[in-house]
């Protein structure tokens, strides 16, 4: 089984609505990152969090990670049109700084921002 | 700063045929990976780098997969003979060394075995 799921698989929303989405984990980790993929594109890094840090923002985003209860959230405020996309959590559990980390990817979100 | 390059981004084959995939990571960048994405699902990784040496290769599938990154800058990854289950988007990612940072991906490469 994978080590990061997301919740929910697929979401829908009216344009201007915040939309939230949750990562769970089994294993500590390093950190954990969050990406978006277009349909038919690779991965682009949203935000990475820190396994010692507890919120994080980045424009419209913000992330929580709550190492306790080996969980996160993403949360898009006012969303776009342009928004739609998979959004996947992948957890880092690297043991080797210097080797780079070792990301497993979760089976993401499907949101869809409409007009 | 350009980005990490793949090539092809379509192929198509048969069962039992080979094909290979070409990654150009960021310059610069020490550290590369090889992802596999099956529709609906999220990447896995196959095979990681660090300059010309196996990081990781644990979920590779040795017996018709294989990957080589020489001189610690291009890289392929072959896949011989191609099942139909090997249909999958392949990803190419790079990332900077000395810590635990974000990877940077390519735009993959489609595969379609029929």
């Known amino acids: 089984s994978q080590q990061g799921e997301e919740d929910p698989q697929a979401l829908s929303i009216q344009e201007g609505e915040n939309a939230t989405m949750n990562c769970s984990y089994k294993?500590?980790?390093?950190?954990l990152q969050w990406y978006r993929q277009n349909s038919g594109r690779g991965l682009v890094h949203l935000i990475l969090?820190?396994?010692?840090?507890r919120e994080k923002h980045s424009g419209r985003l913000r992330v929580t990670l709550d190492t306790s209860k080996k969980s996160s959230s993403l949360l898009i405020t006012a969303s776009r049109a342009a928004d739609t996309a998979s959004y996947f959590c992948?957890?880092?559990?690297?043991?080797?700084?210097?080797?780079?980390?070792?990301?497993?990817f979760g089976g993401g979100t499907r949101v869809l921002v409409k007009p | 700063e350009a980005g990490v390059a793949q090539s092809p981004r379509y192929k198509i084959i048969e069962k039992r045929q080979s094909v290979a995939f070409w990654c150009n990571p960021i310059?610069?960048?020490?550290?590369l990976y090889w992802y596999q994405q099956i529709l609906g699902q999220g990447p896995k990784l196959l095979i990681q780098?660090?300059?010309?040496?196996?990081?990781?290769d644990s979920q590779l599938p040795k017996d018709r997969f294989s990957a080589e990154r020489l001189k610690g800058v291009d890289s392929t990854l072959k896949i011989q003979p191609a099942k139909l289950e090997d249909s999958a988007v392949y990803l190419c990612?790079?990332?900077?060394?000395?810590?635990?940072?974000?990877?940077?991906f390519g735009p993959g490469t489609r595969l379609t075995v029929t």
């Open positions: 990612a790079s990332s900077s060394t000395g810590g635990w940072n974000e990877q940077y």
């Open positions: 294993t500590s980790i390093n950190n």
């Open positions: 969090i820190r396994s010692n840090e």
């Open positions: 992948a957890t880092d559990v690297g043991m080797i700084k210097a080797a780079g980390n070792k990301l497993t």
């Open positions: 310059s610069g960048h020490a550290t």
């Open positions: 780098f660090q300059n010309n040496g196996v990081v990781d």
